[in-house]
């Protein structure tokens, strides 16, 4: 069993940054893919980046460049460092978790989710 918390969401303007953190915590020794997915109002849930307990990563084509994910395996905590948001990328940001092989972001893997953090990005 494992659970998330997310945290660092707010409020920025356009062009501004924002950082999240998500801490794992769990009873096991697993090791985890983790995360980042997001929900716009009015869309589908989508990823953002994830990352393996190798530290392979994967980005979503439209925030190459400018987001940044990274882990801390000593502390079981993932960050999401963004940069230059724009407001349509307004809207709740989740972490995700995973023990199973692979690690992409096919949102059915992932048997553990946190709470969110709201993201708003105003124009």
């Known amino acids: 069993q494992a659970q998330l918390a997310e945290s660092g969401g707010g409020s920025v303007p356009a062009g501004g940054s924002l950082k999240l953190s998500c801490t794992l915590s769990?009873?096991?020794?697993?090791?985890?893919?983790m995360g980042w997915f997001r929900q716009a109002p009015g869309k589908e849930r989508e990823g953002v980046a994830v990352?393996?307990?190798?530290?392979?990563?994967t980005y979503a084509d439209s925030v190459k460049g400018r987001f940044t994910i990274s882990r801390d395996n000593a502390k079981n905590t993932l960050y999401l460092q963004m940069n230059r948001l724009s407001s349509e990328e307004t809207g709740k940001y989740f972490c995700?978790?995973?023990?199973?092989?692979?690690?992409?972001?096919?949102?059915?893997?992932?048997?553990?989710w946190g709470q969110g953090t709201q993201v708003t990005v105003s124009s």
């Open positions: 769990t009873s096991t020794s697993s090791q985890y893919c």
């Open positions: 995700a978790a995973h023990a199973h092989w692979g690690c992409d972001m096919r949102q059915g893997q992932y048997n553990y």
């Open positions: 990352m393996d307990f190798d530290n392979t990563i």
